[in-house]
């Protein structure tokens, strides 16, 4: 085991009636990185991260979160007590609520609380909205009904409300998916405000995007990791570009 890692896998598997999804799959990341995991389609990447999520529970194998065997814990404690957030393929928000009510609702984790929050002005509460609108550029929208933006906009709430979470892990899976080219550019730089204090881990299937924020690249195929390495190094590897870049 690497003791510096935050978060290890080692020779993780599962099978959905038979049919080995993920497959022996050892990974480790560090605090502060930004990993990206890329692969074909059905290559493997959301069922991993249900994994580490425990959304799915893992058939062999284990996972460790700053040392700790966390295998096949519940997903709440996952998420609450070890503090690995997760946004899902899609936005996942509140359209009937506004961008900072949403946010709220995530930093206090019920409507009760949200009430009192949002009329207490709680400074401590205000600080942190503030600090997420500026990362994730929706100041100006703050009040705005969430059903009124864009597909981009959405994404970059559920983003917000992961980060309202305080997660030290965070998982993002597809994050750009119908955005367009400029949204896209936009939440690469977003991650990359992100990461220091917080790990990121995204899967992606946009190359640009994945040289915008990479710094390891993990390459997954058939439920296995076919590569890892830097962008340079993965793009220009025979095998990586036969069975995915020259798509
Ligand atoms: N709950 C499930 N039951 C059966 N098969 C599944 C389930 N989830 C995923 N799979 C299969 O596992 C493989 C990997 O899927 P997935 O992890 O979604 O790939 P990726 O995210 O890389 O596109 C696919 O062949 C998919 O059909
Ligand atoms: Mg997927």
Redesign the pocket.
């Known amino acids: 085991m690497d003791d510096k890692a935050l978060l290890e896998l080692v020779n993780v598997s599962v099978d959905?009636?038979g049919?080995r999804?993920?497959d022996g799959v050892s990974m480790s990341v560090k605090a502060g990185e930004i990993r990206t995991?890329i692969?074909?389609?059905?290559?493997?990447?959301?069922?991993?991260?249900?994994l580490i999520t425990a959304k799915?529970k893992l058939r062999y194998g284990r996972i460790f979160f700053q040392g700790r065997d966390i295998t096949n814990r519940s997903p709440d404690s996952i998420a609450r007590i070890y503090g690995i957030g997760r946004k899902f393929?899609g936005p996942n928000v509140f359209g009937d609520m506004t961008v900072e009510e949403n946010l709220a609702l995530a930093l206090s984790g019920s409507r009760g609380v949200l009430r009192n929050l949002l009329r207490s002005e709680s400074e401590d509460a205000r600080g942190a909205i503030d600090g997420i609108l500026d990362t994730i550029e929706l100041a100006g929208a703050r009040r705005e009904m969430v059903s009124s933006l864009s597909h981009g906009e959405k994404q970059w709430v559920e983003i917000g409300m992961v980060l309202a979470q305080d997660a030290k892990l965070i998982i993002l899976?597809?994050p750009t998916t119908g955005m367009t080219a400029d949204e896209t550019y936009k939440t690469g730089e977003m991650i990359r405000a992100m990461s220091g204090d917080r790990t990121v881990i995204v899967?992606e299937h946009d190359m640009d995007f994945v040289r915008q924020v990479a710094q390891t690249v993990t390459v997954?195929n058939q439920?296995k990791i076919l590569a890892e390495g830097g962008f340079e190094e993965i793009s220009a590897n025979p095998e990586v570009i036969r069975v995915y870049l020259k798509e």
């Open positions: 959905f009636r049919f999804a993920v995991i692969g074909p389609n059905g290559a493997g990447k959301s069922t991993l991260i249900d799915t393929q899976d597809e899967t997954m439920g």
